[in-house]
C-alpha cells in the first residue's frame, strides 16, 4: 500500500515535471490556431505549418480538423471561442458567418494583392458585402472528366458544344459503352450538371435579380432542366442506385467513358487505380465554344477571426500559405487549383483546364447563391426522378419564396 | 423528515434534477426559440409571434414528411408486432438450442443503428441487385433505395429487421408469465392451438401487447438514424421523416427557430397518440 503511494507520488511529480519543460520551450510564443475543414487536406497542411513553425521561432500554430467541421465552427461561434485563422469553402456557411461581422476586414491588407481578383469577385457576390474578409486560396473545378483509352480507341474527340457532347455520348452508348456514370443515389451529385448548366446558360446574376424577385425560375430555367433530363438517356442501368464512392470505383476501373465530376474526385480515383489514364473538359453547355467558362469555385479561403489577439502573426500565417513554393505544394498534393496569381497545376489529368484559368474564363457554382434551406439537392434529385420540368420550376420558385419570406 | 424518506430523496431527486436540466429545459428553450427567427447562432435575432406556425402549415415539405411518417410508423408497428409475436411463441416452444436462438433474434437490438443502416446500405446497391438481375426481376435488379416508389419499403425493412430483436424480448418475457396449468387444463378439455391463441395466450399477455404497440409506434414515429444511414431522405424528398426534416433544415438550412415550432408541434403530435393508444389498448387489457 505505501509502496504504492509513493510511486503514485514520483509518477505525478514526474508529470508535474515535464509538462513544465513544454512549458519552458514554449514561452514566449505566440500561439495560433489554424481550424481547417477539409478532412483530405490535413496532411498537407500538417506538413506547411511544421515548415512555418521551424521558421518563425517566435509563433507556434497548431491546426485543428474536427469531423464536420462546419458545425463545429459554429457552435464555437456561439461560445465566443473562435479560431485565429480559419479555412473553409466559401459555402452558404461563410456567407452566414461573414455577415455576422466575425471574421476581420482584409479590405486593406497586402494579403489581397497575390490573388485572381476574379475569385475576389466571387467572394463578394457570395458574401453580398463590399469588405474583403476572406482570402481565396485553393480553388476546384466542376466539369466531364473522360477515359482517354475509350476515347481514342473509339476514334472520339474532346466535345466543345452541346451538340458535341450529346453525339459523344451516342457514339459511346452505340459501342456498348457507358457514356456517364451516374451516381445520383447522393442528392448533391445530381447538383453537379445544374451547377454547370445554369451559370453558362442563366448567368450568375439571374441570383441576385430572383433575390429582388425581379425573376423566376420559371421563365429562365426551362433549357437548363431540359438539359438535365437529356443526360439522363446516357447512364446505366442504375443511376439512382449508386454513390459517389461507387462512381469514383467505377469510372477508375474504365466502366463508363465519361464521369461528371468534380476535381476533388481525382485523388479518390487515383486511390482505385493509380495508373487511371483521364483527362477533364469543362462541361460545354451551350452551342458557341467561345460563351462556354469553366465552372470553378474556391474550395478553402484563410479568414482570421475578428476577435483574435494575434492579427499581425496571423496574416504572416496566411501570407506564408500564400508564397507560390507553398500554395504549389498544397495545389499538387490535393490536385486544386490555385487562386494566387502565376501559380499553375502541372498534372496532366487536368492540364486541358489551364487554358481557362490563364484566360479568367472562370464562373462559380450556381448553388453557392442559393440558400441552403431551400434544400436545392433533394430538389433535383426528385425532378430527375419524376421528370416533370414545369413542378420541378415551380418548387424552386415556391421553395425560394418560401424561405424568403420566413426570414 | 424520518430518515427511511430521506433515503428515497436520495434516489428520486438525482434522477429528476438531471432529468430537468437535459432534457425539461431544453425542450422549454426550443419553446421560445420556436417564436423567434433565430439561425442557431449569431446573436441577433427578433421575436415574430406565431409566424414560424403559420408557415409551416402552408409548408408542402412538412406535410409530405407528416404522410412519409405515418405510412411509415402504421406499416413498421404491425410488422414488427405480428412478427415478433410469432418469433417469440416460438422461441417460448420446448424446441432444441433454444438459448442459442434467443440470442440470435436478440443480436440486431445490441447492434448500433447506423452500422446496421450502413450494412443494408450496401447490400441493397451491391448484392440484392445481383440477386434481382439473377433471378430476372426487373424491380429489384436496381438498388431500391434510389426509386422514389420503392425507397420507403427500403427503409421500413430495416426498421423492422432490428426492431423486432427487443420487442420479441418483451413478448418473450410475457409468455413466460402464463402458468403452464392453464394449458394443461385446456388440453383436457379439447381446445385446439388456436383456440388456446386467442383465448389463454393473447389476453393474457396483453399488457405487454399494449407497451410493444406503444412502444413500436414510437420508435417508429421518430424515424432518424435508418434514414441518414440508408437514402438521408431521397431521393427527392421521398422517404423524410420529420425528426430528419428538423434536423436538415434545422443545422444545414439554419433555420433552427422554423424547424424548432415544427419539433414542438411534433412533441404535441406524439403525446397526444401514445395517450390515445395507452388509453385505448389499456381499456381493452380491462374488458378481457
Redesign the interface.
Known amino acids: 500500500m505505501k509502496m504504492g503511494r509513493i510511486l503514485l507520488a514520483c509518477l505525478l511529480l514526474a508529470s508535474i515535471l515535464t509538462a513544465c519543460g513544454n512549458n519552458g520551450e514554449n514561452a514566449g510564443k505566440v500561439k495560433l490556431e489554424f481550424f481547417q475543414n477539409k478532412p483530405e487536406a490535413k496532411g498537407s497542411f500538417d506538413k506547411l505549418v511544421a515548415k512555418f513553425n521551424a521558421s518563425h521561432p517566435g509563433i507556434q500554430v497548431t491546426q485543428v480538423n474536427p469531423p464536420d467541421a462546419e458545425t463545429v465552427l459554429k457552435t464555437r461561434v456561439v461560445k465566443n471561442d473562435i479560431p485565429d485563422v480559419i479555412g473553409m469553402g466559401a459555402t452558404d456557411t461563410y456567407s452566414i458567418l461573414a455577415k455576422s461581422d466575425i471574421f476581420a476586414d482584409l479590405t486593406q491588407s497586402k494579403l489581397v494583392e497575390a490573388i485572381d481578383p476574379n475569385y475576389i469577385k466571387m467572394l463578394k457576390d457570395v458574401t453580398g458585402l463590399s469588405k474583403i474578409t476572406g482570402i481565396p486560396y485553393a480553388t476546384n473545378a466542376n466539369g466531364i472528366m473522360y477515359n482517354k483509352d475509350i476515347f481514342k480507341q473509339l476514334g472520339l474527340s474532346v466535345p466543345k458544344t452541346w451538340d458535341e457532347l450529346i453525339a459523344t455520348a451516342q457514339k459511346v452508348k452505340d459501342s456498348g459503352i457507358i457514356p456517364f456514370y451516374f451516381t445520383y443515389k447522393d442528392d448533391w451529385q445530381t447538383n453537379l450538371p445544374f451547377n454547370a448548366l445554369a451559370p453558362n446558360l442563366v448567368g450568375i446574376d439571374f441570383f441576385k435579380q430572383r433575390r429582388e424577385n425581379q425573376v423566376t425560375f420559371q421563365e429562365k430555367f426551362r433549357e437548363v432542366a431540359e438539359k438535365q433530363l437529356k443526360l439522363l438517356d446516357y447512364g446505366h442501368g442504375d443511376n439512382f442506385g449508386k454513390t459517389y464512392a461507387d462512381g469514383n470505383r467505377a469510372f477508375a476501373r474504365g466502366e463508363s467513358a465519361m464521369y461528371i465530376q468534380g476535381s476533388w474526385a481525382i485523388p479518390e480515383i487515383r486511390k482505385s487505380n493509380p495508373k487511371a489514364n483521364i483527362g477533364f473538359f469543362p462541361f460545354p453547355t451551350g452551342n458557341d465554344p467561345d460563351k462556354n467558362k469553366l465552372i470553378s469555385g474556391v474550395d478553402t479561403l484563410l479568414t482570421i477571426s475578428e476577435s483574435t489577439q494575434h492579427k499581425k502573426e496571423s496574416e504572416e500565417f496566411i501570407a506564408f500559405l500564400l508564397e507560390p513554393d507553398n500554395i504549389g505544394q498544397y495545389i499538387q498534393e490535393q490536385t486544386a487549383f490555385s487562386a494566387v496569381k502565376g501559380v499553375t497545376q502541372n498534372d496532366p489529368a487536368v492540364a486541358e483546364l489551364e487554358p481557362y484559368f490563364k484566360a479568367g474564363r472562370v464562373v462559380d457554382f450556381a448553388d453557392h447563391y442559393i440558400p441552403a434551406a431551400v434544400q436545392l439537392n433533394a430538389i433535383v434529385q426528385g425532378f430527375l426522378q419524376n421528370r416533370n420540368i414545369d413542378a420541378y420550376l415551380k418548387t424552386l420558385d415556391t421553395e425560394w419564396d418560401k424561405v424568403q419570406s420566413r426570414k | 423528515m424520518s430518515k427511511r424518506l430521506t433515503a428515497y430523496y436520495w434516489m428520486t431527486v438525482p434522477a429528476v434534477v438531471l432529468f430537468f436540466v437535459f432534457m425539461t429545459l431544453p425542450a422549454l428553450q426550443g419553446i421560445y426559440y420556436s417564436f423567434t427567427?433565430w439561425?442557431?447562432?449569431?446573436?441577433?435575432y427578433d421575436f415574430i409571434g406565431f409566424?414560424?406556425y403559420a408557415?409551416l402549415f402552408?409548408?408542402?415539405?412538412v406535410g409530405n414528411a407528416y404522410l412519409f411518417t405515418f405510412k411509415f410508423a402504421i406499416v413498421v408497428t404491425i410488422l414488427i408486432n405480428v412478427l415478433s409475436l410469432l418469433i417469440a411463441l416460438g422461441l417460448n416452444a420446448r424446441i432444441k438450442a433454444r438459448n442459442f436462438f434467443r440470442g440470435i433474434y436478440f443480436l440486431p437490438n445490441i447492434l448500433s443503428v447506423l452500422i446496421v443502416g450502413y450494412i443494408f446500405n450496401y447490400l441493397?446497391?451491391n448484392v440484392f441487385?445481383i440477386w434481382g438481375q439473377n433471378l430476372g426481376i426487373h424491380a429489384f435488379?436496381?438498388?431500391i433505395?434510389?426509386?422514389?416508389n420503392l425507397a420507403w419499403i427500403g427503409v421500413v425493412i430495416v426498421a423492422v429487421w432490428q426492431g423486432i430483436a427487443f420487442n420479441t424480448i418483451l413478448y418473450l418475457a410475457g409468455l413466460q408469465t402464463i402458468p403452464a396449468s392453464l394449458y394443461e387444463a385446456s388440453n383436457l378439455d379439447g381446445a385446439s392451438r388456436w383456440q388456446e391463441f386467442w383465448r389463454i395466450t393473447f389476453p393474457l399477455i396483453s399488457p405487454f401487447f399494449t407497451i410493444n404497440m406503444v412502444l413500436a409506434m414510437k420508435n417508429s414515429l421518430m424515424v432518424f438514424d435508418q434514414i441518414v444511414a440508408l437514402t438521408?431522405?431521397?431521393?427527392?424528398?421521398?422517404t423524410?421523416s420529420i425528426s430528419h426534416l428538423i434536423y436538415?433544415?434545422g443545422?444545414?438550412?439554419?433555420?433552427f427557430a422554423?424547424q424548432s415550432a415544427n419539433s414542438v408541434i411534433y412533441f404535441i403530435v406524439i403525446a397526444i397518440i401514445s395517450i390515445l393508444q395507452l388509453k385505448f389498448l389499456q381499456g381493452r387489457e380491462s374488458d378481457m
Open positions: 427567427n439561425n442557431g447562432f449569431g446573436k441577433h409566424r414560424n408557415n402552408t409548408d408542402s415539405n441493397f446497391s441487385t435488379s436496381t438498388n433505395l434510389g426509386n422514389e438521408n431522405g431521397g431521393p427527392g424528398r421521398a423524410q436538415i433544415g443545422f444545414q438550412g439554419g433555420e422554423y
